[in-house]
């Protein structure tokens, strides 16, 4: 069965995945699987029919007959398991993988989301310009906890 996922009906790309769909859409490229995608209008995400596949009301959801998950991330953890190709063979390369799929997700975009909020629901403010540069540091600092932390990685030969 073909598994499908949803997107936004009405956004800036159209639903063609410039939002959280991407990642599962770019989840389902690499293993080489074919997937269906329903469009949902923002009306209809906070629907009951919707909430009944995420809580949240949101985008994406992945359905494969009577099974359903939501989040993005626990579903490209789902496609991973399931095909070859997304997740290294070896445990601890598998956990590392794991590990740094968790930290995109709840340790990089968190500060990312912030900004695009920022310039996005704030920029008519009169703070915005004061608020702006204390936003991109927190980007900067996380971008360069990593780079400190694979060149660490990189001295002693991992």
């Not at 789902?78 to 095909?83: D, K, N, S, Y």
């Not at 794991?98 to 704030?122: C, G, H, K, S, Y």
């Not at 540069?133 to 980007?139: C, L, Q, S």
């Amino acid at each position: 069965m073909t598994p499908t996922i949803t997107a936004f009906e009405r956004s800036p790309d159209r639903g063609r995945g410039l939002a959280r769909d991407m990642r599962v859409r770019w989840a389902f490229e690499e293993v080489g699987r074919p997937y269906d995608v329903r469009l949902v209008s923002f009306g209809a995400m906070k629907e009951p029919a919707h909430r009944a596949l995420h809580p949240f009301g949101q985008i994406p959801t992945y359905e494969e007959g009577d099974f359903v998950l939501f989040e993005s991330g626990a579903i490209v953890f789902h496609i991973a398991e399931r095909h070859a190709g997304l997740l290294p063979d070896d445990a601890n390369a598998r956990a590392r993988a794991i590990t740094w799929m968790f930290a995109a997700l709840n340790t990089v975009e968190p500060p990312i989301l912030d900004l695009q909020n920022t310039r996005l629901l704030e920029g008519d403010e009169s703070w915005f310009e004061q608020r702006l540069p204390a936003v991109e540091d927190r980007i900067r600092v996380r971008l360069g906890e990593l780079s400190v932390h694979r060149a660490s990685r990189h001295r002693r030969g991992e």
